[in-house]
């Protein structure tokens, strides 16, 4: 009985296919030990259980050097487990992008995992994940052309309608379905060139050079001077490249630094640089937190801050998804994070200084329950979002206005949709969402920062105090409010007039010609003494404008949000940046370009004519189905917008009231045309965009490339 059983074993460990070799070691000068292809796809397995999935740039007998979406990550081979190539790649990546798709939700997010599946032959997962983008986002072109859907005089056709009409002779120009005569199968002898037009969903970024209308500026000195530049920029990118590298490599967590400081235990296994800093931080914010709440601790240990050396690690050892930061744990009091950038402005400081001040009130609180979460998350975000490091005085900067909770509160006031004070005093947990977030950072900074700070500061002590010995609901609240501000309502519009008088703040600042941003990491500089920073003027995700006084005629610089670190710069261009710019402005064409040297995708587009009066009722009618801002596909690339409604009747049926309306209404302004420099980052995009008269744009172009060609990513770690 048991021969024909060790026989079948035998054959199918015979036939099944090798996919993992284990690394042994090999002596220098030798061939290298798995003989991999440049471009390869291989997950790399460490000997501490760490995976590395990327493209293979090098194998040595030494090392082997493996692109992701952080950048290059060199492996000693003495650390190297095991290396899986072939099809067992593209299995477990895809797992791992399926489950990503699913947490997200999102129509961008299964795209995205159908255009890796299409490019990796997964032809079956491919039209799975069209066909979920389409559930999601019934409306997503690009994801109706994938699946073969095509457009007769603008009607969308399914695709079995499509392959019917091509069956009759019919072609297909992307989403357009072209009729026979349109479509001649028989081409002519001697055709006439055609003048070639960029596709529009491929870009292939021309080298970094001096643009013509750029040299044409300068005498052969200053051309020089520029030619030096753009060296020493890309001696200093590889050099910060390569320093960022060594940080996400860092060592396998069992080799982690530790550092028991005063107040923390810091566990990182980036560079011993990157621990030092962090405890630096988290000694800061508690110096910070003390001065405000000065309560005895209740509880002795130190909260341990666990630092993963990159996102990929720290999902792996969490269990966390992509869109987490980092986060608390109140049984055990620790804090986790990971070293990087994320989101629109988030770093590793922000996360620490948030989950840090939530560990802060575990220590401080007898129960952290007893509080509502206005008062719980609104202070964890006054000092996450609201502070920075003094790096050099090692001082931790507070109360300071995030633009982004600003932005969202005061929309939120002005079209009435913030939670009254009334109610957030006693929130429930499972009815405080993240649109809450914005509410309590609002109210938390009108305590802080008000016009009356003495009275915010008691109200914020004897809330704290409150809590100490029972549970606190809206009734605290009110009572307080009472105390401080006359009653809830009185309050409640002291904070909203405070509320809607903040600026954000400065993005950065103009000195000479140039626009310095130290937090956004950007430098720029102003094309001409015609040209004026107008930055009271910014909207939105603006950080710098620029303007000809007088004129429409603008230059600005966006950051942009992308939602998923590891997608592909292409990926999320294809996914979201062109549908969003289809779906609003017209004729937008592809270019080639780069941006201060850097590849950067390039966009010229028309803005819409103004919409009639049917038109405008239809677009009024799905306006509910935006997605909100800041997620994939939202309004991250809508700019002023040139529509007017045409004039409402008065009811009456007779015309009087349009005609009337017609005349009291002024015209719509005439369409602008735009080109839009975007430089993709691993959790953000930079946008430069010139948006010019019609008339005008070309003899403005060179004004545009002289910004393009001035700007500068100013390469530090923002802490």
Request: a neutral charge.
């Amino acid at each position: 009985m048991l021969r024909p059983l060790f026989l079948l074993l035998i054959l199918s460990l015979l036939a099944a296919p090798v996919v993992a070799w284990p690394a042994v070691g090999s002596p220098s000068g030798q061939t290298p030990l798995y003989s991999l292809d440049v471009g390869e796809r291989v997950i790399v397995v460490l000997k501490g259980g760490d995976e590395v999935i990327g493209e293979v740039v090098e194998e040595t007998p030494d090392k082997i050097s493996v692109k992701s979406a952080f950048g290059v990550t060199s492996i000693e081979m003495n650390r190297v487990d095991v290396v899986i190539r072939g099809e067992e790649v593209d299995r477990r990546e895809y797992s791992q992008r399926h489950k990503r798709a699913i947490r997200r939700g999102s129509a961008s997010g299964w795209y995205s995992l159908a255009k890796w599946a299409l490019g990796r032959g997964l032809e079956q997962q491919a039209h799975d994940a069209f066909e979920k983008t389409l559930e999601i986002d019934p409306e997503h072109e690009a994801a109706r052309i994938a699946l073969g859907w095509g457009q007769v005089d603008g009607q969308w056709k399914t695709p079995e309608e499509a392959e019917a009409l091509i069956a009759r002779g019919w072609g297909r120009d992307g989403k357009r379905l072209i009729p026979p005569r349109e479509n001649s199968r028989t081409p002519p002898r001697n055709p006439s060139p055609k003048p070639t037009e960029p596709k529009p969903d491929v870009v292939k970024p021309g080298r970094p050079t001096i643009p013509e209308s750029v040299t044409r500026r300068l005498d052969p000195q200053d051309q020089r001077r520029r030619e030096e530049q753009l060296e020493r920029r890309r001696k200093e990118r590889e050099k910060f490249d390569e320093n960022k590298r060594k940080e996400y490599e860092g060592v396998p967590w069992s080799s982690r630094s530790t550092i028991n400081s005063r107040n923390w235990v810091i566990e990182c296994n980036s560079t011993p640089e990157v621990a030092r800093t962090y405890r630096t931080i988290m000694e800061a914010l508690h110096t910070t937190l003390s001065k405000m709440f000065k309560s005895p601790d209740v509880r002795s240990q130190k909260p341990i801050v666990k630092i993963y050396r990159n996102h990929d690690e720290f999902m792996l050892k969490t269990g966390m998804g992509a869109g987490v930061g980092g986060f608390y744990q109140p049984t055990s009091q620790n804090v986790s994070a990971y070293h990087g950038t994320f989101g629109l402005t988030g770093t590793t400081f922000t996360v620490l200084a948030h989950e840090g001040t939530h560990a802060f009130q575990g220590k401080k609180m007898t129960r952290m329950g007893n509080y509502p979460n206005w008062f719980i998350e609104g202070m964890a975000v006054y000092f996450g979002d609201g502070s920075k490091l003094d790096y050099k005085k090692k001082k931790l900067v507070s109360g300071l206005i995030p633009r982004d909770r600003l932005f969202h509160i005061q929309e939120k006031i002005r079209e009435g949709t913030h939670t009254p004070l009334s109610k957030l005093g006693g929130l429930p947990r499972n009815r405080f969402g993240g649109s809450q977030y914005a509410d309590s950072w609002a109210v938390m900074h009108f305590l802080f920062k008000g016009p009356e700070t003495r009275k915010g500061h008691r109200f914020l002590v004897e809330y704290w105090r409150m809590g100490e010995k029972r549970r606190i609901g809206q009734r605290q609240f009110n009572n307080l409010a009472q105390k401080y501000y006359k009653d809830v309502d009185q309050m409640e519009a002291d904070w909203k007039e405070y509320v809607l008088s903040l600026n954000a703040p400065p993005a950065g600042e103009v000195k000479d010609s140039r626009f310095n941003s130290l937090d956004f990491m950007f430098s720029i500089e102003r094309p001409g003494p015609n040209w004026e920073f107008a930055l009271d003027e910014i909207q939105d995700r603006d950080l710098v404008l620029m303007k000809i006084p007088g004129t429409r005629n603008e230059i600005r610089v966006r950051i942009l949000t992308k939602a998923e670190d590891g997608q592909r710069p292409q990926d999320w261009i294809d996914s979201v940046a062109l549908p969003d710019l289809r779906k609003k402005y017209t004729d937008v064409r592809t270019l080639k370009g780069d941006l201060g040297g850097l590849d950067a995708f390039l966009f010229e587009f028309v803005d819409k004519p103004p919409a009639t009066k049917e038109e405008s009722k239809e677009e009024g009618a799905t306006d509910g189905d935006e997605p909100s801002e800041g997620t994939p596909g939202s309004r991250q690339f809508s700019a002023v917008q040139t529509q007017q409604e045409g004039p409402e009747g008065d009811g009456d049926g007779n015309g009087d009231g349009e005609a009337k309306d017609a005349e009291q209404k002024p015209p719509a302004p005439a369409p602008r045309k735009h080109r839009s420099y975007i430089l993709v980052g691993i959790s953000n995009a930079y946008e430069l965009r010139g948006s010019f008269e019609m008339d005008q744009f070309a003899s403005l172009l060179p004004d545009l490339e002289w910004v393009a060609f001035s700007f500068e990513k100013i390469q530090r770690n923002r802490w």
